[in-house]
């Protein structure tokens, strides 16, 4: 089978999706946009503007997403957040300056350390074991790694994380700018956050330099359409739209930027109400199924576990008390009820909810999800635990560019103990690598790595059992 052909399967299948682009496939929100798909790719002709020279169409857009962003200035991206953290990053620093990284970053940071030539310090998120989470960095680390190391310029932190887990921005923030550093935010899971009260607050309202956001995981709008948001005066706006125009591809999609336009307004006229309502939706079905004994991550949950916030309409679900791991339990929706939720890990489902979503569609996400449960209870199965959200720190040998850079060769994982990877391991999802070119391969690390690959874990890095080596 072919690609449109395995599309045209997917699509036929009518699954009910919990999983990004967040228009859901619904052609009712797209409007416009799945009415014109032909007629509005074009190219930039006269009357059409240009996105890396934006003055009048585009800029117009632009001024009306930084005005309901409440924002200086925003940037349409068509590569995704990838682009826009890639920029960003590279806007806010010099070859050789070091950056301070949430360790749990998405790759694109990790890619723009390697262009940029930069050092890059990590703050490893806090873990906790009864819940297998990872529940955010701890602000008093923060503030200390600042004080130690002066040569840092900019901070790169994932508020929410894919898995909705949000820190103190508004304290970190404080904290950053009283070290005179640069505060970029990864909100690429966040970009709903601006309309709704009732969910974290969103880090362009708190004072971070920077943001980007994938308005096509949160939002109704087409894949790879993102925004960037420049939220203070520290930011060279010339470089910046350099930087741009260099990462991005020269033939931006108008059928992408069209769909981020349709997006923002959307969320502005019907999304907010239809969001909120959904919200109040999950907090009922979520205090339902866990009143049955199904593990539920709710904001008390993360509070109670020390976590600062949560953005609830990442619905996490366990069954793992009754012997179901989180990739078990995606497998069963999907084969049975229908479902296909964006993701799963060991312990976990996440399934994402926006405002496409219907009531009853939610209400038939954690029907089913019971509906598994109590069929399996009886069974009393129990299964051993992989931690496998803790993120080992590893010893570095060599920065991440200069072992990019280095010629490799490949060794099976089972006898690379000590060696310098010479590539990223990335488990799929959550997209975050596990292991980066530079660091030394532990014992630890061949364990989980090992527990990974026999629970059927994708990962990017691994062939067969093989990694690549620096030699
Ligand atoms: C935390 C985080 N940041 C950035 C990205 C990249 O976003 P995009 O797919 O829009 O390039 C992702 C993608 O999954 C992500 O999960």
Redesign the pocket.
């Known amino acids: 089978m072919e690609l449109t052909e395995g599309l045209q399967k997917y699509s036929d299948e009518c699954n009910l999706r919990f999983h990004m682009p967040g228009h859901k496939g619904k052609k009712e929100i797209l409007e416009e946009i799945a009415e014109n798909m032909q007629t509005y790719d074009v190219t930039e002709v006269d009357g059409t503007d240009n996105l890396h020279n934006p003055a009048y169409i585009i800029k117009n857009t632009q001024n009306k997403i930084a005005e309901i962003y409440g924002v200086k200035n925003s940037y349409m991206l068509v590569n ?3 682009s826009g ?1 890639i920029s960003a990053i590279l806007t806010a620093t010099n070859p050789k300056d070091s950056i301070l990284v949430q360790r749990d970053c ?1 790759k ?1 940071v990790f890619s723009a350390a390697i262009l940029g030539d930069l050092r890059l310090e990590f703050i490893y998120p806090r873990f906790n074991e009864d819940f297998n989470l990872n529940i955010g960095i701890d602000l008093n680390e923060l503030e200390s790694k600042l004080k130690q190391n002066p040569n840092i310029k900019a901070v790169v932190l ?1 508020y929410p ?2 898995y909705g887990i949000c820190c103190d921005i508004k304290k970190a923030a404080k904290i950053i700018h009283n070290n005179n550093k640069i505060l970029i935010v ?1 909100e ?2 966040g970009s709903h956050l601006n309309f709704v009260n009732q969910l974290p607050v969103s880090a362009e309202k708190v004072g971070a330099d920077i943001v980007i956001q ?1 308005t ?2 949160t939002l109704p709008a087409l894949t790879q359409s ?1 925004v960037l948001h420049v939220c203070s005066e520290k930011i060279n706006k010339d470089k910046l739209q350099k930087i741009l125009a260099m990462i991005q591809s020269s033939s931006p999609s108008y059928i992408l930027m069209s769909s981020i336009e349709n997006a923002v307004n959307y969320m502005e006229s019907k999304g907010k109400n239809r969001l909120n309502k959904n919200i109040d939706i999950i907090r009922k079905e979520a205090y339902e199924a866990a009143k049955r004994g199904i593990k539920v991550i709710t904001k008390d949950i993360v509070n109670k576990i020390d976590g600062f916030d949560f953005d609830e309409t990442k619905v996490l679900l366990s069954l793992d008390n009754v012997g179901i791991s989180g990739i078990e339990l995606e497998k069963i929706l999907r084969e049975k009820f229908k479902i296909q939720v964006e993701m799963s890990d060991i312990t976990y489902i996440n399934a994402f909810v926006t405002a496409a979503d219907e009531s009853d569609e939610i209400k038939k996400l954690f029907d089913s999800v019971i509906n598994i449960y109590e069929s399996n209870k009886q069974k009393n199965k129990v299964r051993s635990q992989v931690k496998i959200s803790s993120l080992p720190r590893l010893n570095k040998k060599l920065s991440i560019r200069d072992a990019f850079y280095k010629e490799s060769y490949k060794k099976q994982l089972k006898y690379s103990y000590n060696c310098i990877s010479a590539d990223f391991i990335i488990p799929y999802p ?2 975050i690598p596990i292991v980066c070119p530079g660091e030394i391969i532990s014992e630890e690390i061949i364990d989980i790595l090992t527990k990974m690959i026999k629970n059927d874990i994708n990962i990017i890095g691994i062939n067969n059992n093989f990694i690549s080596i620096i030699k």
């Open positions: 995704g957040t990838t953290i998405h694109s994932t994380t894919y990864d690429a899971h994938s096509h995981k993102s959550p997209g």
